[in-house]
């Protein structure tokens, strides 16, 4: 889900109120009573606004720990996205930075996304155990992952 820079904010940035509101709209929807939420340790994250809301709604929340990318699979997705977005649509390496090519950029995002075989989603799942135990047997530092 694109998230828009919040207009209210200093900079314009995604903020909690922002990230809230999408919570609002997509999660809430798909969320069933058993479900654990995840996400990282960023700052739109771990708001006080954002922490009320996920308390207010019952909403379980898995305990993580910061710096943490090796238990993530969501970062290997990405890695994935990005390779499969640049061979459907090879043209965005060469566009300019504008608004133009920022609203080609998240609709080729979008779509990319929508033709991503879940089969790779339920692999990277797959390999929760092993990211667990490789984060263990390294003391917390790097893995392979």
Known sequence: MPMDGDPLARRGRVTARIYRQVLDQHLLP???YAAIF????????TAHIILQYLRDHGI???DWPPYSPDLNP??????LLKAEMYRLFPDLSGM?????T???LIQCAIHTWDT?????????????????????????WYTKY
């Open 30 to 32: 798909i969320l069933d």
């Open 38 to 45: 995840m996400h990282d340790n960023a700052p739109i994250h």
């Open 102 to 104: 920022l609203d080609y």
């Open 74 to 79: 969501i970062e290997n997705l990405w890695a």
């Open 116 to 140: 991503l075989d879940f089969a790779i989603l339920n692999r990277l799942m797959d390999t929760m155990e092993h990211r667990v135990a490789a984060v263990l047997d390294a003391k917390g």
């Open 96 to 100: 300019p930075n504008t608004e133009e």
């Open 60 to 62: 379980n929340v898995m």
